[in-house]
């Protein structure tokens, strides 16, 4: 491009440019105006009228909340209700001297500082005119005492509401859950409109699992208001849908026995109906009082409860991950026979410990000594460790891992509670993965008796309980039955069961071991099976916390109580025509047959004893 | 040859202009846009429910935004040209990438999260589309012939599309009018601007099929916001009175009551204009539009004297966007456009358009405080 050229188109487009830059300033000048002209039509033209509609009369959109759903047990009996409570709130921009008023009541109502901390805090975030609750769940007494002094404290009142209450408290506060106040990072996550109003939303169990169900639907009223902002006149209104209530397939009868009966021991009891997959008992503990938590728990029982040694806020029979021992073994027999590794009249020799070929290393037997030559049923009713070693070993990593996991071990059942663990069904592949080391024959072997990198929940073990029962058929646990017809026991729907496809002749063998388990002379839990018309097929079990050394011997007397073997027991009834499936779990309990196998007899007897009457 | 300001030369020293001029700050544009701010943490302090973390939140926001400014103020506007199409091609990756992402995500996705911070590619392009223009239609002489018309009109569209599939209907319009700015200053003829708006207008059944459910609701409920008036229409009913309600002199500071009652939803983002009417009245509304004015008219004069066409026509389209994002607002919340996403430039509270809008005004900075020298004719 020469110069010269430059230089004259220079000058064009400098002319063009500038008036550009003018017509732009006209555009920009004349849409600013019409803003104007049009900021003048509202606010000199029209400021009356917008004036009248801003404050004479105006209306306000106030939420309609709905009343959250009850939850009741499967014989009709309440597990959470809403309770009529009174609280103390204050309008923060209705009180003169906010400081001298708090510490009035302070005085007068007994209240600890760090209520008042707590409402200073929750104030801040409250938008104006919003009144604030300072205490909750007033007693009649605190009602009493403000009443007669009320004329002394504008900006104070007394609010009643409903508050959530659970009446068994601790007995089932894993399964139902319950409310809490709605946080900051739950704020962001809830639907606005559908919350404005609700202060609380369901923090664990049935309550969060079924938060959208139970909460309804929020309506709202047109309300039209004065100066002052007070109500003259409802315009116009849509009601709140209210929350829908919960039936759960829970019977609190037999919750109640299962609690009790693991005493002073922390464990789970899981049991469930065979046919359907409903959930009769789900109890875990030591259990906590949820109500503390819906009106909001002081600082230091919640700190109690956190460190408590016994974690009493620990869902066992969800999340509590054990190795399953004994109770392992029928199911590691039975894939035996599916894979044809064995036949159930083959016997093996038990000298009391078994050795990997070219391998010093001895597996011992917990009996010493040995049980002798035992067949499959044999090796089940007297849980002898050796046969399974050997029976391991034949299967191989692989085949049980496969095995096992469709019985729904190492993955999560599909309960309708929220936080499921999925435990640990190791395989080789994990092991490459996580530990980035090789399978050793060695963990096949304890794999077979239940220990070693084998965890699951009390959940998993009676839901595989249960399908074993239904002839394979697998069962999907379940809490919250038929919504619609609440009288009937019938689940919310009959859920599609998958058919592991196992031959009738092999488990009707497994269960023959696990009969004799109980009604055998040398079962390991024969002290349940008297007194009965019917027969239970149940497994013993004992885990291991800690390993002893080789030549070392388990003394129970000797250890620490905290170190001591975990005690479990799987079982179902009738063994004939199997209706619950029970699994128990108590942590150092010692050996399954003489503490988990009563607990386990009691709920069935009670439920079969229950169910005949009827 | 050495690069000096004007004023250095001639103007009598002072400790603060000294310092300013040394940071390449553009003073009356610093003092306006500063002004601007300050009322922003006025108006946010009642709109926001007199919460001091708000305004502690909004504050470091903008801070930051007026380092980023003065950053950018040193940069030699050559760079700005040079890197200009490399920084748009940048943008538009990102803009996909993020596209891309949302598709495996759930709903619209416009951030880019790196960790330590999150970023809007879309903003990014709010800036580098002009500047790509400007560069292209800078290296052929004005106006532009109808070829490079054309692909001035893809560079600008393409943007504008990937912002509005994400979607985010405000900031593709902004993009747009500022792709569209430069053309018009660089002297697009007023038979094609015609032309052009003719067939938008003619466009328009098409564009309706086009949009998605929520756009539709919106643009039905600015020509009937009766129709709807706790749903969708709310915003636009609650808004007007609040503003009418305001008078000629306002309700006074704090004194707002359809935002205090939660009468005026988005009281400190998009509709913050409204709080701001109702309480400072006729009399505030037209000193806030005179002060955007003088912002607008500053830069508009920046760009008279830049000195070659790529920042002419770059400090043109900047100073034209900053108008259109006023306009849009205050013409939503007064009821005169559609609801469509786009904040109150300086005033509403979020960062993202701050963090930009002062970045281009970085820009414009630059541009008038590395002049060549030129001695006075």
Same mark, same amino acid.
């Given at each position: 491009?020469?110069?010269?050229?430059?230089?004259?188109?220079?000058?064009?487009?400098?002319?063009?440019?500038?008036?550009?830059?003018?017509?732009?300033?006209?555009?920009?000048?004349?849409?600013?105006?019409?803003?104007?002209?049009?900021?003048?039509?509202?606010?000199?033209?029209?400021?009356?009228?917008?004036?009248?509609?801003?404050?004479?009369?105006?209306?306000?959109?106030?939420?309609?909340?709905?009343?959250?759903?009850?939850?009741?047990?499967?014989?009709?009996?309440?597990?959470?209700?809403?309770?009529?409570?009174?609280?103390?709130?204050?309008?923060?921009?209705?009180?003169?001297?906010?400081?001298?008023?708090?510490?009035?009541?302070?005085?007068?109502?007994?209240?600890?500082?760090?209520?008042?901390?707590?409402?200073?805090?929750?104030?801040?975030?409250?938008?104006?005119?919003?009144?604030?609750?300072?205490?909750?769940?007033?007693?009649?007494?605190?009602?009493?005492?403000?009443?007669?002094?009320?004329?002394?404290?504008?900006?104070?009142?007394?609010?009643?509401?409903?508050?959530?209450?659970?009446?068994?408290?601790?007995? $089932?506060?894993?399964? =139902?859950?319950?409310?809490?106040?709605?946080?900051?990072?739950?704020?962001?996550?809830?639907?606005?409109?559908?919350?404005?109003?609700?202060?609380?939303?369901?923090?664990?169990?049935?309550?969060?699992?079924?938060?959208?169900?139970?909460?309804?639907?929020?309506?709202?009223?047109?309300?039209?208001?004065?100066?002052?902002?007070?109500?003259?006149?409802?315009? @116009?209104?849509?009601?709140?849908?209210?929350?829908?209530?919960?039936?759960?397939?829970?019977?609190?009868?037999?919750?109640?026995?299962?609690?009790?009966?693991?005493?002073?021991?922390?464990?789970?009891?899981?049991?469930?109906?065979?046919?359907?997959?409903?959930?009769?008992?789900?109890?875990?503990?030591?259990?906590?009082?949820? @109500?503390?938590?819906?009106?909001?728990?002081?600082?230091?029982?919640?700190?109690?409860?956190?460190?408590?040694?016994?974690?009493?806020?620990?869902?066992?029979?969800?999340?509590?991950?054990?190795?399953?021992?004994?109770?392992?073994?029928?199911?590691?027999?039975?894939?035996?026979?599916?894979?044809?590794?064995?036949?159930?009249?083959?016997?093996?020799?038990?000298?009391?410990?078994?050795?990997?070929?070219?391998?010093?290393?001895?597996?011992?037997?917990? +009996?010493?000594?040995?049980?002798?030559?035992?067949?499959?049923?044999?090796?089940?009713?007297?849980?002898?460790?050796?046969?399974?070693?050997?029976?391991?070993?034949?299967?191989?990593?692989?085949?049980?891992?496969?095995?096992?996991?469709?019985?729904?071990?190492?993955?999560?059942?599909?309960?309708?509670?929220?936080?499921?663990? $999925?435990?640990?069904?190791?395989?080789?592949?994990? +092991?490459?993965?996580?530990?980035?080391?090789?399978?050793?024959?060695?963990?096949?072997?304890?794999?077979?008796? #239940?220990?070693?990198?084998?965890?699951?929940?009390?959940?998993?073990?009676?839901?595989?309980?249960?399908?074993?029962?239904?002839?394979?058929?697998?069962?999907?646990?379940?809490?919250?039955?038929?919504?619609?017809?609440?009288?009937?026991?019938?689940?919310?729907?009959?859920?599609?069961?998958?058919?592991?496809?196992?031959?009738?002749?092999?488990?009707?063998?497994?269960?023959?071991?696990?009969?004799?388990?109980?009604?055998?002379?040398?079962?390991?839990?024969?002290?349940?099976?008297?007194?009965?018309?019917?027969?239970?097929?149940?497994?013993?079990?004992?885990?291991?916390?800690?390993?002893?050394?080789?030549?070392?011997?388990?003394?129970?007397?000797?250890?620490?109580?905290?170190?001591?073997?975990?005690?479990?027991?799987?079982?179902?009834?009738?063994?004939?025509?199997?209706?619950?499936?029970? $699994?128990? =779990?108590?942590?150092?309990? #010692?050996?399954?047959?003489?503490?988990?196998?009563?607990?386990?007899?009691?709920?069935?007897?009670?439920?079969?004893?229950? @169910?005949?009457?009827? | 040859?050495?690069?000096?300001?004007?004023?250095?030369?001639?103007?009598?020293?002072?400790?603060?202009?000294?310092?300013?001029?040394?940071?390449?700050?553009?003073?009356?544009?610093? =003092?306006?846009?500063?002004?601007?701010?300050?009322?922003?943490?006025?108006?946010?302090?009642?709109?926001?429910?007199?919460?001091?973390?708000?305004?502690?939140?909004?504050?470091?926001?903008?801070?930051?935004?007026?380092?980023?400014?003065?950053?950018?103020?040193?940069?030699?506007?050559?760079?700005?040209?040079?890197?200009?199409?490399?920084?748009?091609?940048?943008?538009?990756?990102?803009?996909?990438?993020?596209?891309?992402?949302?598709?495996?995500?759930? #709903? $619209?996705?416009?951030?880019?999260?790196?960790?330590?911070?999150?970023?809007?590619?879309?903003?990014?392009?709010?800036?580098?589309?002009?500047?790509?223009?400007?560069?292209?239609?800078?290296?052929?002489?004005?106006?532009?012939?109808?070829?490079?018309?054309?692909?001035?009109?893809?560079?600008?569209?393409?943007?504008?599309?990937?912002?509005?599939?994400?979607?985010?209907?405000?900031?593709?319009?902004?993009?747009?009018?500022?792709?569209?700015?430069?053309?018009?200053?660089?002297?697009?003829?007023?038979?094609?601007?015609?032309?052009?708006?003719?067939?938008?207008?003619?466009?328009?059944?098409?564009?309706?099929?086009?949009?998605?459910?929520?756009?539709?609701?919106?643009?039905?409920?600015?020509?009937?916001?009766?129709?709807?008036?706790?749903?969708?229409?709310?915003?636009?009913?609650?808004?007007?009175?609040?503003?009418?309600? &305001?008078?000629?002199?306002?309700?006074?500071?704090?004194?707002?009551?359809?935002?205090?009652?939660?009468?005026?939803?988005?009281?400190?983002?998009?509709?913050?204009?409204?709080?701001?009417?109702?309480?400072?009245?006729?009399?505030?509304?037209?000193?806030?539009?005179?002060?955007?004015?003088?912002?607008?008219?500053?830069?508009?004069?920046?760009?008279?004297?830049?000195?070659?066409?790529?920042?002419?026509?770059?400090?043109?389209?900047?100073?034209?966007?900053?108008?259109?994002?006023?306009?849009?607002?205050?013409?939503?919340?007064?009821?005169?456009?559609?609801?469509?996403?786009?904040?109150?430039?300086?005033?509403?509270?979020?960062?993202?358009?701050?963090?930009?809008?002062?970045? &281009?005004? #970085?820009?414009?900075?630059?541009?008038?405080?590395?002049?060549?020298?030129?001695?006075?004719?």
């Amino acid at each position: 491009m020469s110069q010269i050229y430059t230089l004259k188109d220079k000058q064009v487009e400098n002319r063009l440019f500038i008036n550009r830059i003018i017509a732009a300033l006209i555009i920009i000048l004349l849409l600013t105006s019409g803003l104007i002209v049009r900021l003048v039509y509202l606010q000199i033209v029209g400021h009356s009228h917008y004036a009248t509609l801003a404050k004479d009369n105006s209306i306000k959109i106030e939420p309609l909340v709905p009343t959250r759903g009850m939850v009741y047990d499967r014989k009709g009996r309440v597990l959470a209700e809403n309770t009529q409570s009174f609280s103390l709130e204050l309008i923060p921009e209705q009180i003169k001297d906010l400081d001298d008023t708090l510490s009035r009541l302070q005085k007068l109502l007994n209240i600890s500082d760090e209520k008042i901390e707590q409402y200073q805090k929750q104030r801040k975030r409250q938008k104006r005119f919003a009144s604030t609750p300072l205490l909750m769940g007033m007693s009649d007494e605190e009602i009493a005492k403000f009443a007669v002094v009320r004329p002394f404290f504008p900006g104070v009142d007394i609010q009643a509401s409903l508050v959530r209450h659970y009446p068994y408290a601790d007995l $089932a506060a894993h399964v =139902v859950g319950y409310v809490g106040r709605i946080n900051e990072a739950e704020m962001k996550t809830l639907p606005i409109a559908e919350y404005r109003g609700s202060s609380h939303v369901g923090k664990i169990g049935i309550e969060n699992t079924y938060e959208n169900e139970l909460h309804g639907k929020t309506g709202y009223a047109e309300i039209e208001t004065n100066v002052q902002g007070r109500a003259i006149n409802t315009v @116009n209104s849509v009601p709140p849908v209210q929350g829908e209530n919960l039936y759960l397939t829970l019977d609190m009868d037999l919750q109640k026995t299962a609690y009790d009966a693991l005493g002073d021991f922390n464990g789970a009891v899981v049991a469930i109906e065979v046919k359907t997959g409903g959930v009769l008992v789900f109890a875990s503990r030591p259990g906590f009082d949820p @109500n503390p938590f819906v009106i909001g728990i002081a600082n230091d029982a919640y700190q109690a409860l956190q460190k408590s040694e016994n974690q009493p806020l620990y869902n066992r029979a969800l999340r509590g991950l054990y190795p399953p021992g004994s109770t392992m073994k029928p199911f590691i027999a039975l894939a035996g026979l599916e894979y044809n590794a064995i036949s159930a009249e083959h016997k093996i020799f038990c000298p009391g410990y078994y050795q990997l070929p070219n391998v010093s290393h001895r597996y011992r037997d917990w +009996k010493k000594g040995g049980h002798g030559s035992v067949n499959m049923s044999d090796a089940i009713t007297q849980s002898c460790d050796v046969y399974f070693y050997s029976l391991a070993s034949t299967l191989g990593i692989d085949r049980m891992h496969n095995f096992l996991q469709r019985f729904g071990f190492g993955e999560k059942s599909g309960i309708d509670l929220t936080g499921e663990k $999925a435990g640990l069904m190791p395989s080789r592949e994990w +092991k490459r993965k996580q530990r980035n080391q090789a399978w050793y024959p060695g963990e096949t072997l304890i794999t077979g008796i #239940g220990q070693g990198f084998l965890q699951v929940t009390p959940l998993q073990l009676a839901r595989a309980t249960a399908t074993l029962a239904n002839k394979g058929k697998v069962v999907t646990p379940f809490l919250v039955r038929n919504a619609a017809n609440p009288d009937s026991l019938e689940p919310e729907q009959e859920t599609p069961q998958e058919d592991l496809a196992l031959k009738p002749e092999n488990i009707n063998k497994i269960i023959a071991g696990m009969v004799n388990v109980i009604h055998d002379a040398h079962g390991t839990a024969k002290s349940i099976g008297k007194d009965i018309n019917y027969q239970i097929a149940g497994k013993t079990g004992t885990a291991q916390v800690f390993t002893i050394k080789q030549d070392a011997k388990y003394n129970e007397n000797d250890i620490d109580f905290k170190l001591r073997d975990h005690a479990l027991f799987i079982s179902f009834a009738p063994a004939d025509d199997p209706k619950i499936a029970v $699994a128990v =779990v108590m942590e150092n309990g #010692g050996h399954g047959g003489s503490v988990a196998a009563p607990i386990a007899g009691q709920v069935i007897k009670q439920f079969l004893g229950d @169910n005949n009457e009827n | 040859m050495k690069t000096e300001t004007r004023s250095e030369q001639f103007d009598p020293p002072s400790l603060l202009g000294n310092i300013l001029r040394k940071l390449h700050i553009d003073i009356p544009l610093f =003092v306006g846009l500063s002004l601007i701010a300050l009322l922003s943490f006025v108006i946010l302090y009642s709109a926001g429910s007199q919460d001091m973390d708000v305004l502690i939140r909004q504050a470091a926001r903008v801070a930051l935004a007026f380092v980023l400014m003065t950053a950018l103020a040193h940069v030699n506007p050559y760079q700005f040209k040079r890197y200009s199409a490399l920084l748009f091609g940048l943008g538009l990756l990102l803009l996909l990438a993020v596209l891309i992402m949302g598709q495996f995500g759930k #709903g $619209a996705q416009r951030w880019l999260d790196l960790g330590f911070f999150r970023f809007q590619p879309s903003e990014m392009i709010k800036i580098t589309t002009p500047m790509m223009v400007a560069w292209y239609l800078a290296e052929h002489a004005l106006p532009p012939k109808p070829k490079q018309l054309l692909i001035a009109g893809l560079l600008i569209i393409v943007p504008t599309l990937l912002i509005a599939k994400q979607p985010d209907l405000g900031t593709s319009l902004l993009v747009a009018s500022s792709g569209a700015g430069v053309l018009f200053f660089a002297g697009l003829s007023w038979r094609f601007i015609l032309a052009i708006c003719t067939i938008l207008t003619g466009l328009t059944p098409i564009l309706w099929h086009v949009m998605r459910p929520y756009q539709r609701d919106r643009v039905l409920t600015f020509l009937n916001p009766e129709a709807d008036p706790l749903g969708r229409g709310y915003h636009i009913i609650q808004s007007k009175i609040a503003i009418g309600s &305001g008078g000629i002199y306002g309700k006074g500071w704090l004194g707002s009551t359809q935002s205090e009652l939660d009468f005026l939803p988005e009281s400190s983002t998009d509709f913050i204009f409204a709080v701001f009417a109702e309480e400072f009245g006729l009399f505030g509304c037209v000193s806030l539009l005179a002060l955007y004015l003088l912002v607008i008219s500053r830069c508009l004069y920046i760009a008279t004297q830049a000195q070659d066409t790529y920042s002419r026509l770059l400090a043109s389209s900047l100073a034209f966007t900053f108008f259109v994002y006023v306009f849009v607002n205050i013409g939503m919340v007064i009821g005169v456009l559609p609801v469509v996403g786009v904040p109150l430039p300086l005033i509403s509270y979020g960062g993202t358009s701050v963090v930009t809008l002062l970045a &281009g005004f #970085g820009i414009l900075m630059s541009i008038h405080t590395h002049k060549k020298f030129i001695p006075h004719s």
